[in-house]
Structure formats: C-alpha cells, structure tokens
C-alpha cells in the first residue's frame, strides 16, 4: 500500500510558517524574510526552479536529487483550507502539484481542475474520508500530507503518518504556526532513517517506528 | 574570549523536558520514559559513564568522542534555579560538573562545594551577572549554559550565545517545556556548523551567524 509521508521545511524554533504569513500583508513583520531563510535550500534547486518554471539553472547534487525524488513519488496531496486559499491566490495558473489534491475544508465546493494536470477537490467528511480518496487517486505511489500543520497534527493523532520529511532551517521565527502541538499522549512512534546534511539546511527522514 | 554554548538534547517536538518531570513524582504521566528516550543515545556512551561512576564499558566512536569535547571545553555552567533543584536532590555527591556552576536565582545562599571539585554559587543580580562571574571562572575553556529552557531564553534574547549543540531524539513528548519559546522578534541568527548523524539522535551544531 501507498506510504503517507509529510514533507516540509521547519525553523528551528519548529514554525512551519511565521506569524502573520500571508499574501494579503507581504510586509507583516517581515514574514517574507524569514519564509526566504525557511526555503532558500530548495529554491535554489534546480529540480525545483524547473518545476515552477522559475527558468533555467539551479543546483544539482544531493539535496536536488532528494527534492526530485520526494516530488516523484507523490501520487495525490492533501492540503488544509488555509493552506489552499493562500496558494489559491499566489500559485500560477498551472499549479506545481500535477496531480490530485484533497483540501479538506468545511466548504463544499465542485472540483477544481487547473491546467498542467492539478485537480484540486474539496472534501468535508473528515480526514480519515479525505485520506481514503488521496490514497485512490494516488495508486502505487504516495500520498504527500502537503500541511498545513493542523491537516499534519491530525493525521499524526490518528497514527497515519508512515514517514517524515523534515528540512530543518536555522532559523528561528521566534512566533508563528508550529507543527508539533496539539498531538495526544502518548505519540506516534518515529525513528531516525536517514539524515542529509546541506548548508542551508538538515534534511532529516523518519519513519514509524 | 571563551566562548558561551549551550549543549543540550530536545525532542523532535522541541521540549528540554517533558510535562511534569520532577523527581518528587516519578510516574507523572510516564515521564520517565520520555527522558529515557531523550537522552539514550547519551547514556550508552563510554565517556558519560565513566564521568558519572555508572561502570566500565560503553559505546566509543564519534558520538562519544562529540561527548568527551564538549564536556572537556567546558570552564564553568549557569543553571537556572528549577534544574538546580531537580539536581540538588538527584545528582551523587560527588556532582557531575566538577567545577563552577552559577545557579541563577532569586534566592540568597552561601556557595555549595560539593566533594570532586563542583562549587554551587548562587547569583540573584542578573543574567549578565552570571555571565561574567562564570567567564572570570572559566578561564580560557567555555562557559556552558546547562539549562533549564528559561535561562537559555534568557541568554538568547541577550544574543549572548557563541554556539548550540543540539542532540535531536526521535521521539515526540506532547508537551513539557520548550527550548524555543518566549524569543525577541527579530532573534539571534545561527548557522548550520556541523551535523554528526547518530543512530539515536542527530547531533547538530549551530554558530553565531
């Protein structure tokens, strides 16, 4: 069966976004510094700047080939409401997904097919609804839980996270949205698969334990 | 100048410690356990058992040489006053620092030399005050900020920190005190110096950027 994995960028504080984050207040304490000190690994990739048509050129290497291999094995993405609205408006009109996406919401709202071969769907009957759906629309490969981190807490609370992709920046955002909180007591299981060491940041692999 | 560090291991979810450990109440919710989980990798090492009596044997290798450097470079520690307290009722007389270590406190009370060398003293002006009494007693070698969470906060928002060894353990508390909270906006910059990739835990070095 497919694998459920997550893959993201944290500070080192543990912020998957900074406080404020969002398209309508570029300038809201600075957010988009720190959001450039979270991703500058990855936008210089090459795998990634052609993948959002960011041009030629880009670093090819270790973490290149983590990048495209993460990007290759995903066969659907679930993303939550917030997520989605702030991608709704700054994503180009060929969205960098390619594939399926689930964003469970509260709303309903009919399929929204975007050229290039991303279909986002609208699901509100529950992660567990929403995860089922990912993993048919995904086949043999893997069904990437996108974020927030709310959509990731939920998930890891009903133990149906198989993997996690962690690229840990040093950066610290000091306030802003966390990954870890709200999880139940006793977690889920997690041990050390692998750990890639770049410049700009620690690209750490978990699997369940 | 010697240089001010912080050495210390933390959750994937970011806690120093989790909810309720106090020696007072072993079985709070299994805290125990977690601690077992945190410091694993650190317990199994030859220097570490040596340095605390447990007996001969233990692992050598890279992870145990990163243990022996750092506990070697070290002149004085500040603890703040809730680690001291745990200590005072749980280290073996012959305290495991055997040299100065500044309890930051608000209480008054005359220093506390311990057999092997470790003398308590208690510093109730300040965190810059601290400092300097620890350097002056550090010499050359480093002055380590042992913790808790509170005290190196306090020091971050100073911008007092040179370097930070993190060893981060795959395992998820759920809640406890985290190591980054209660930071100044925009905080201290680090950069990735060093990361030595252990079975049990990701040993991971930052410096001031």
Redesign the interface.
């Known amino acids: 069966m497919s694998k459920v994995f997550v893959s993201i960028a944290l500070s ?3 912020y998957m976004a900074p406080d404020g984050m969002t398209m309508r207040n570029p300038g809201f ?2 957010w988009g510094a720190k959001w450039g000190a979270l991703m500058g690994w990855l936008i210089s990739q090459q795998y990634f700047r052609e993948n959002l048509k960011f041009g030629p050129g880009g670093e090819t290497g270790p973490v290149n080939d983590l990048v495209r291999s993460t990007a290759e094995r995903i066969g659907a993405n679930i993303m939550g409401k917030r997520m989605f609205d702030q991608g709704e408006i700054s994503w180009p009109e060929d969205a960098p997904f390619h594939m399926l996406v689930d964003a469970a919401t509260n709303e309903k709202r009919e399929p929204w097919v975007r050229p290039g071969g991303t279909t986002f769907y609208f699901v509100n009957d529950g992660p567990e609804r929403a995860l089922e759906l990912a993993r048919q629309a995904a086949g043999a490969r893997d069904v990437r839980l996108a974020g927030g981190a709310d959509v990731i807490q939920q998930y ?1 609370n009903l133990d149906a996270v198989d993997e996690m992709e962690i690229a ?1 920046a ?6 802003g949205r ?4 709200n ?10 698969d692998r ?1 890639l ?6 690209h ?1 692999r ?1 699997v369940r ?1």
Request: net charge positive.
């Open positions: 080192l504080d543990g304490r600075n890891l840990l040093p950066v610290l955002f000091g306030s966390r990954l870890f909180e999880l139940r007591d006793p977690g889920p299981k997690f041990r050390i750990v060491d770049g410049p700009n940041a620690t750490l978990y334990a």
